[in-house]
């Protein structure tokens, strides 16, 4: 269900994948700092059976927190919502270079 965290006198929820707090600038922080995390690692084991635990821990690891309240989650879901964030994005905004082979004549007449 969810992960409360005490980071200073700030706190943060996880739910879901998404961290949550009033502090906003915290909030910010650790969203950024847990995706950036998990496209460079892969994020807590997959066999994990608690996935939030893992990244609300990791999260409290790195940032002085500590772990107020855990409600486990269905770990199915759980696994759904970072598997999401585990796999690979790209973007398709340039255009893909042309697969035909360009003559090796010259076009012009300058010779």
Known sequence: MSVLVRFGKAKAILRAGEWVSADAPLEQKL???TAHW???TG???IREQDQERGVATEMANRFDGRI???MRTRSR???DVFLAQRQMQFEFTASAP???RRSQTPTSSRL
Do not use: D, F, Q, V
């Open 43 to 45: 994020g807590p084991p």
């Open 38 to 40: 998990i496209r460079t």
């Open 31 to 33: 969203n950024e700092t």
């Open 68 to 70: 107020l309240l855990h």
């Open 77 to 79: 879901r759980s696994k």
């Open 98 to 100: 042309s697969a035909r």
